[in-house]
């Protein structure tokens, strides 16, 4: 091993990532034209691009190492050599931690690394250094003794749109009466000493988000302003100061953000300060860099792991027929393994599952769906598994889960934000509790409708609850396309052979009954009462059919991250 060789191998590596990092902020500064011009199917195309760049990135740099040195490539002391030239020519860079994490992805291809290796990776043990003070570069400040509707409009009005603003006067009254009624619930007036907004404008989908914070002495709120082009001029759709509703718009269950951010560590920092209950982690995911956020997770479990002494033991829930689930009782995340088999009436292949996943990705998850990492060749001590969860593992799963010695490997798996299964949380909830929450599933429902998600098995076990209350499904092996769904009327003999185990009439395998719906949720009492008071249309066809038909003409519905009364004009389309 040479050090010219080592040089080679590091600039190459530096060359990829500054090419990736190139592509990633050219598509994401399409976002401010996107939103003005109405582009949502570009904006849509943008997303995709964006999230398979990575591995179009990644890619080829494995191929081109392998070319330049041969069977070396898998030399350990070349490596390591590698990586300390990389980390002085990264030195200086503002994105640091997403160029180490990017040669850790090179290196972990190479050598299929089981758990991390120190001489080939960047390794960390201490909690990020996230530097609050740099973001003071990405903020503008605003007196708070103007008055609240005087602030806003400057603070609007510093925001440049190609489209310009449909009445910015009117949104700033109407805003500032939003801000000055959360503010006097918070603080008991609506006072402030100062408004901060961050300059960089956050794009997703149909909307953008300008976000800040307000001073009052030693006291913050976050503040985010939700902004909507309708007809081709900009307009402020609802003003939100809570933690919890910043906290939703930045959610696990949505898509990511196009965001310009040069120095992704400040911006996090800024974002972590206004949430802080939010994982680092998951505030790189929401900026687009996942690959970082799955490394930010997995750093954190192993400090968590370091400091705690429970054991793995098996999700609360039903038993899933396809994945193996369990989770660390002290630690958010549960961890989902694919079984080897499938028991009937599961037909699915193992690809069919990786696909579903897959395909959980690259969609918009519209606030409904579980953000999933994947990883691959995890290790853990024996002794943090509880036995029967480990027998369960190796029985049901060795294609994937084998004991090396006293670890545990875990040659594959994924991992979500653990949630609490609805199916239990409505066999404890109060009438009133459970009447909100199955509300709330019926709206998930519709969300995952309007982006062309059906979820296959509307079993309420299939969806679970977030600390907000909010629930999300993330059962996903019966996924699908709502455009590839084929919604039925039952025929008027489906009555008459009711008590059949098998239906008299041909049922295609793309099939579904919306009729049948309510007796496979199992719902009774005032879930039930709930259910059908507000959403008895998705018991027929009409519902879907509309549905289906708006998705078919290329019209992409507003799905919003907050609630209806936080809109400043509720009754808009």
Request: proline share 5%.
């Amino acid at each position: 091993m040479s050090e010219e060789r080592a040089r080679t191998g590091a600039e190459w590596l530096l060359r990829a990532y500054e090419e990736y990092t190139r592509a990633f902020g050219e598509i994401t500064r399409r976002a401010p034209a996107r939103f003005s011009e109405r582009d949502w199917r570009g904006t849509r195309a943008d997303a995709l691009e964006r999230l398979e760049l990575y591995r179009h990135s990644l890619d080829p740099t494995i191929r081109d190492l392998k070319s330049l040195f041969g069977e070396g490539v898998s030399d350990v002391a070349l490596w390591t050599a590698m990586k300390a030239l990389f980390a002085r020519l990264a030195a200086d860079r503002q994105d640091l931690e997403l160029a180490e994490t990017f040669f850790n992805s090179a290196s972990r291809r190479i050598f299929h690394t089981v758990g991390v290796d120190s001489r080939a990776e960047f390794v960390s043990s201490e909690a990020p250094s996230l530097p609050l003070e740099a973001a003071a570069a990405f903020l503008v400040s605003f007196d708070g003794s103007a008055g609240t509707r005087a602030i806003l409009e400057r603070a609007l009005s510093a925001v440049p749109f190609a489209a310009g603003w449909e009445d910015l006067a009117c949104d700033a009254a109407l805003g500032a009466v939003k801000l000055d009624a959360a503010l006097t619930q918070a603080w008991g007036a609506p006072l402030f000493d100062t408004l901060e907004m961050l300059r960089p404008v956050f794009f997703r989908s149909k909307g953008a988000y300008l976000i800040g914070r307000v001073h009052r002495g030693d006291r913050m709120r976050p503040l985010v302003v939700a902004l909507l082009n309708r007809d081709g001029r900009v307009t402020v759709d609802a003003v939100l100061a809570d933690e919890d509703e910043a906290s939703i718009v930045f959610s696990f269950t949505r898509s990511y953000f196009h965001v310009e951010c040069p120095r992704p560590a400040a911006l996090v920092a800024f974002l972590k300060a206004l949430m802080p209950k939010k994982p680092v982690g998951e505030l790189y995911n929401a900026l687009g860099f996942n690959k970082h956020g799955k490394t930010e997770l997995y750093r954190d479990l192993l400090r968590h792991l370091a400091s705690s002494d429970d054991r793995f033991v098996e999700a609360p829930g039903a038993r899933g027929m396809v994945m193996l689930v369990f989770t660390l009782p002290s630690y958010d995340v549960v961890f989902k393994v694919i079984r080897d088999s499938f028991a009937p009436p599961k037909t699915a292949s193992r690809r069919d599952v990786l696909d579903k996943y897959r395909f959980v990705f690259r969609h918009t998850r519209a606030g409904r769906l579980a953000d999933v990492q994947e990883f691959e060749h995890l290790s853990f001590p024996v002794a943090r598994f509880d036995p029967a969860l480990l027998h369960a593992l190796l029985k049901s799963a060795a294609e994937t889960v084998e004991v090396r010695g006293e670890e545990v490997v875990l040659h594959h798996l994924y991992t979500e934000r653990r949630l609490t299964p609805l199916d239990l949380y409505l066999r404890d909830a109060s009438p009133k509790q459970a009447r909100a929450a199955i509300v709330d599933f019926g709206e998930a429902i519709r969300d995952l409708a309007k982006a062309n998600i059906f979820p296959g098995d509307l079993l309420p076990k299939n969806f679970g609850l977030t600390r907000h209350g909010r629930v999300v499904f993330y059962d996903y092996d019966e996924i699908a396309f709502l455009t590839d769904v084929n919604f039925r009327e039952l025929p008027a003999c489906a009555d008459e052979d009711a008590g059949g185990s098998e239906p008299s009439f041909y049922v295609g395998e793309n099939d579904v009954f919306p009729e049948e719906f309510l007796t496979f949720m199992g719902l009774r009492g005032a879930a039930r009462e709930g259910f059908l008071e507000r959403h008895s249309d998705l018991l027929g066809v009409r519902f879907w059919l509309d549905t289906q038909r708006r998705e078919r003409a290329a019209e992409i519905v507003d799905v919003f991250p907050y609630a209806r009364e936080r809109r400043l004009r509720p009754d808009g389309v």
